[in-house]
């Protein structure tokens, strides 16, 4: 149906900036509002950053100013600069897409497989 591959993850130390990536592919015929959550260990996984069909992002207040999502429809990807990162960004980051798949005729939601950002000295 429709398969998202995140990359970008990585180490950096505080105030540097990491640029995550998400590709959405499969038998897709739209793709809707594009998103990125984040899960640190031991807490609820929350939303970072989205973005609609439109482009009007969407940003939680712990990443504003700070945090840049966009997306490129025509290769079906979303894109979450980072700058500026604390130790407080540190955790797993999911990437959330709203799909219409060709085979089911429905608009599901879509997860990544989550890419780890660490922000350490």
């Known amino acids: 149906q429709v398969q998202l591959v995140e990359s970008g993850g990585g180490l950096v130390q505080p105030g540097g900036s990491l640029r995550l990536s998400c590709a959405a592919s499969g038998s897709i015929l739209g793709i809707y509002a594009m998103g990125w959550f984040r899960q640190a260990p031991g807490k609820q996984r929350e939303l970072v950053a989205s973005i609609t069909g439109g482009g009007s992002p969407y940003y939680t207040d712990s990443v504003k100013g700070r945090f840049t999502i966009s997306r490129d429809n025509a290769k079906n990807t979303v894109y979450l600069q980072m700058n500026s990162l604390k130790p407080e960004d540190t955790a797993v980051y999911y990437c959330?897409?709203?799909?219409?798949?060709?085979?089911?005729?429905?608009?599901?939601?879509?997860w990544g497989q989550g890419t780890q950002v660490t922000v350490s000295s």
């Open positions: 959330n897409v709203r799909a219409r798949a060709r085979a089911t005729m429905r608009i599901d939601e879509y």
